[in-house]
């Protein structure tokens, strides 16, 4: 139902800020990502704000997430949450 009513909505709405939480469950990241798409491939500006935690797991996922945006020429930006070391 959710990508129903977003695809809706995107003809009324100029440009989008989305937040990609790396600590939702699996189906809500995709869900979020799908989304992102959809948004772009219909023309529509999408800024995406990457929520990047210091768990190497979480960061990977991040690095991820920039690869896949970049192929698409999505903006994005990274913000830290958490601690992050000083090496």
């Known amino acids: 139902a959710g990508q129903k009513i977003l ?4 003809p009324y709405v100029d440009s989008w800020i989305v937040s990609y ?20 491939q219909e023309g529509k500006l999408a800024s995406v704000r990457i929520m ?6 979480k960061f990977n996922e991040c ?9 698409h020429n999505i903006k994005y930006e990274l913000k830290r949450m958490g601690f992050f070391p000083i090496q």
């Open 7 to 10: 695809k809706k909505c995107i």
């Open 21 to 40: 939480h790396t600590e939702t469950n699996s189906k809500q990241k995709q869900l979020c990502l799908d989304s992102i798409l959809a948004i772009h």
């Open 52 to 57: 990047c935690h210091s768990d190497f797991e």
């Open 63 to 71: 690095v991820e997430l920039e690869k896949t945006l970049s192929q």
